[in-house]
């Protein structure tokens, strides 16, 4: 677990919440018990950091549920998975780009310009 949470940024109690709620799954190493994680599973633990920074909504918990469900053979509902957070993002992006564009327009409006120099 320690070499996953130094390479990822990724906190042990964070693995073990995943852990714990099926997102992902470990082995124990027979003589420490030290969980080990395969690189199915790391590469798991990426789509769910990928989509840490996305706002909370239904389909951020359906990308959550198929993230749980995908079995390692499965390679075209990855890639998929991936489209999917691609596109959560730049929906993300466009409404933020479409919100700044009203702010600009309020702040020109107002004579603010200066204040966003």
């Known amino acids: 677990m320690g070499e996953v949470t130094t390479e990822f940024s990724i906190t042990a109690s964070t693995l073990r919440y995943w ?5 992902i ?18 590469f798991k633990m990426l789509l769910i950091k990928s989509i840490q ?7 951020m918990i359906q990308v959550k549920e198929a993230i ?9 509902n990855a890639k998929q998975l991936i489209h999917d957070i691609q596109t959560q993002f730049n929906k993300r992006n466009n409404d933020q780009l479409h919100g700044l564009f009203h702010l600009y327009k309020l702040c020109k409006l107002l004579n603010l310009n200066k204040s966003l120099s």
């Open 68 to 76: 749980k469900a995908l079995d390692e053979s499965d390679l075209p």
């Open 19 to 23: 852990e714990k709620e099926g997102l």
């Open 25 to 42: 799954r470990s082995k124990r190493d027979e003589s420490s018990q030290y969980r080990l994680f395969d690189t199915f599973q790391v």
């Open 53 to 59: 920074n996305l706002i909370y909504s239904e389909q």
